[in-house]
Nanobody, 123 residues
Framework: QVQLVESGGGLVQTGGSLRLSCAASGRAFSNYAMAWFRQAPGKEREFVGTISWNGDTRYADSVKGRFTMSRDNAKNTLHLQMNSLKPEDTAVYYC?????????????????WGQGTQVTVSP
């Protein structure tokens, strides 16, 4: 059974930083791609970034240069460092585990999802 638990969300001012974490249970965490998605009120869930089993990363254009993903395979943990936050980054952020090890932005390629953590950026 795979469980993903996000933490680290909160309220921050424009230009501030937050670091999200995702703790994963289950075996072979290191074999799978991991990703972050987000969903703002009234909008569809969207891709934020992904990291492959071997550490290759890919980001949405809207966060490129501001957000950085990393993974600690020894601790079964995924991180998202968010800098220079903007009000439009306000959303519930979800971590997800892929079906395979390759990084992909396709939501259908992710089999397990966390419950989400709220990030609110004030103007």
């Amino acid at each position: 059974q795979v469980q993903l638990v996000e933490s680290g969300g909160g309220l921050v001012q424009t230009g501030g930083s937050l670091r999200l974490s995702c703790a994963a249970s289950g075996r072979a965490f290191s074999n799978y791609a991991m990703a972050w998605f987000r969903q703002a009120p009234g909008k569809e869930r969207e891709f934020v970034g992904t990291i492959s089993w071997n550490g290759d990363t890919r980001y949405a254009d809207s966060v490129k240069g501001r957000f950085t993903m990393s993974r600690d395979n020894a601790k079964n943990t995924l991180h998202l460092q968010m800098n220079s936050l903007k009000p439009e980054d306000t959303a519930v952020y979800y971590c997800a585990r892929g079906l395979l090890g390759w990084a992909t932005s396709a939501e259908r390629e992710y089999a397990y999802w966390g419950q989400g953590t709220q990030v609110t950026v004030s103007p």
